[in-house]
């Protein structure tokens, strides 16, 4: 080969050397950009869904002239509902205004241990006064709630739930659902007798206008809670289901009481039993019911078509929880 035929080679060599080289370096500078892209992204989806949760005194009342002397999250019972989609990350900012120490569990949800709020377990209480961040993945998709966990296990959970330390987190499936639906929260309550009459059911229901019995006697003594509220609030005060005729309509059922179990009946219509727990029910295990018992800690999702308009009462059917408060209807638009 000549010097000359040598040289070109050479210098053609290089040329595609650098071209190669200039090749490689934007493609991975292209790369990088768009990788950053991505990662911004996905950081944006990741961001979490921030609430802002503080536990505080409140005079609530149940009903006409029965004031309380509640423990709440921002102010009512229940607290304010948590509602985010499957995977979502969720962030709950949550300070105790207390003059005790407490803490939030939310209740059937797949969180890490650090954020399950047992105190002396999975984190000290949280003192009057300070901030705690619950951080969490939501999931499983379903009905569950947050309540407190008290200010040590095994110590005083149920008289800091008693007095209202709860609320729903609804954690939304991806699929389509249903055209209405409300979340209903069960609970019952402990007010002195002196101060209160028994409430009368709706629609000529099974209570009477006598005062509650006196305490100290036989039947005060068997009925340590005699009050019991839907969403807070015993009837008259509970608000009605407002309902379209057409649609399917599906009622979210949360028991937070100390004690009692709730036979919920609604009249003029069938329902399909669809979740527990937040647990979906297959279709071909789901039973259509009129009346279903939710035990405390429990939730059932209950579904049906709004099919026969009208005024329909749906209340507890242990018939004193219902003459005590736990009564609602459903009402149809006109």
Not at 35 to 63: H, M
Not at 157 to 182: C, F, H, S, V
Not at 243 to 270: A, D, T, W
Not at 290 to 307: C, H, K, Q, R
């Amino acid at each position: 080969m000549t010097r000359r035929k040598l040289l070109k080679a050479v210098g053609a060599w290089l040329a595609i050397t650098f071209l190669a080289v200039v090749g490689i370096i934007t493609g991975l500078l292209w790369l990088g950009a768009e990788g950053n892209k991505r990662a911004v992204s996905q950081g944006q989806a990741q961001a979490p869904r921030e609430f802002r949760i503080i536990a505080q005194e409140t005079t609530w009342l149940l009903g006409p002239n029965m004031p309380v002397a509640a423990w709440t999250y921002n102010g009512t019972v229940p607290g304010p509902e948590i509602r985010v989609k499957e995977g979502e990350a969720v962030r709950i900012i949550f300070k105790n205004e207390l003059p005790v120490a407490t803490t939030l569990h939310p209740h059937g949800v797949e969180v890490p241990n650090a954020m399950d709020g047992v105190p002396g377990l999975t984190q000290p209480a949280v003192p009057p006064g300070e901030t705690f961040i619950y951080e969490f993945i939501a999931r499983p998709a379903g009905t569950h709630f947050y309540h407190t966990h008290g200010s040590q296990m095994g110590r005083d959970e149920a008289a800091q739930m008693d007095k209202g330390l709860y609320g729903a987190l609804i954690i939304e499936p991806r699929e389509e659902q249903p055209t209405r639906e409300y979340t209903v929260i069960l609970d019952d309550w402990m007010v002195p007798a002196s101060q209160m009459t028994t409430t009368s059911s709706p629609h000529g229901g099974h209570a009477s206008p006598s005062p509650m019995p006196e305490e100290g006697s036989p039947r005060e003594a068997l009925e340590t809670y005699n009050v019991f509220t839907l969403n807070g609030k015993a009837f008259p005060a509970t608000q009605p289901l407002v309902v379209r005729q057409g649609e399917r309509v599906r009622l979210r059922l949360i028991n937070v009481s100390s004690m009692s179990f709730h036979p919920m009946h609604l009249h003029g219509h069938q329902f399909k039993v669809v979740a527990t727990d937040g647990n979906p029910v297959p279709a071909a295990a789901q039973v259509t019911k009129n009346t279903i018992t939710v035990m405390p800690g429990e939730s059932y999702d209950i579904e049906f078509l709004a099919d026969n308009p009208g005024t329909w009462l749906f209340h507890c059917h242990e018939l004193h929880h219902a003459d005590g408060g736990m009564a609602t209807v459903v009402q149809y638009e006109q």
